[in-house]
């Protein structure tokens, strides 16, 4: 069983409300609701009776409670003796990561890393291309991949979602003739842009996934964009069209030889964990749309 679908459980369990529960966690509301609900379909069982005042336990989620806060002591008593050892933590961590996923995802968060292992020395390493990582270039890889190298373990934090992005000054000017951005390197037009948009001109095409943010955020055309990347952009609304989701994700990952060592697998637990505390936003669920 999953402990973070019990840390959820629990919060809702002496908060009540979704709310209420949210700011316990730190998460947003609808956050709670989506992984109480999975959790309860994976479970077969209901756990709460959904009234007009809150979130009251059934029957069965009264019998889990006693079980999930037994647990929850435990992972209390082993974090405090992880946390023992790790604030001892010290030495150079290299982190690689493209430059998008580095400024968005990770760097709002990195004062808190310094904040819990003041003695490890973060380096980031910004790059387009890879790194090497059975050459040592670095400790620790952020990737956007389907299938990561097999010297390499992780996980699979969250599936990466799109959309079609562009400006609002652009949609209301351009209702008919359509206007896109594309990669350097397609050399065809791609799915979306055949479905939706078969008579559109390419207006542009670049190799960065910064500049066609920057050149959809100018009135230049319509842009697929990793959604991460295209919400919460002052003036950029997504356009609302089915895609076919991708096959890739967002990856943590380490070399093989370095599972063991306690600087890379602290940087690699904290890197997981403040990837999924921005599902939302990486799998598009807020998403401010333009109707199609």
Known sequence: MNWDDLRIFLALSRAGTLSAAGLVLGVKHSTISRRINAFEETLGTRLFERLSEGYVMTQAGENLFEHAVIMEEQAQAVNRKVFGLDAQLKGTLNVTSPNDVLSRLVVPHIGLFKRIYPAIDLQLISTAGLVDMAARQADIALRITDKPADYLIGKK???????????????????????????????????????????????????????????????????????????????????????????????????????????????????????EQQRDLIEGLNSNYWPA
């Open 157 to 275: 934090v969250l599936p990466l979602r799109h959309g079609i992005y562009a400006s609002r000054e652009y949609l209301a000017k351009h209702s008919r003739q359509q206007q896109v951005i594309l990669w350097r390197s397609e050399t065809q037009n791609p799915e979306w842009m055949q479905d939706h948009f078969p008579k559109a001109h390419i207006n542009m095409r670049v190799d960065d996934a910064s500049t066609m943010l920057a050149c959809a955020q100018n009135h230049m055309g319509l842009a697929r964009l990793a959604c991460f990347m295209g919400d919460n952009v002052e003036g950029l609304m997504r356009v609302d069209l089915a895609l076919t989701p991708s096959t890739w994700g967002i990856w943590v990952l380490s070399h093989v030889d370095l599972r063991s060592t306690a600087r890379v697998r602290a940087g690699r637990e904290f890197l997981v964990d403040i990837i």
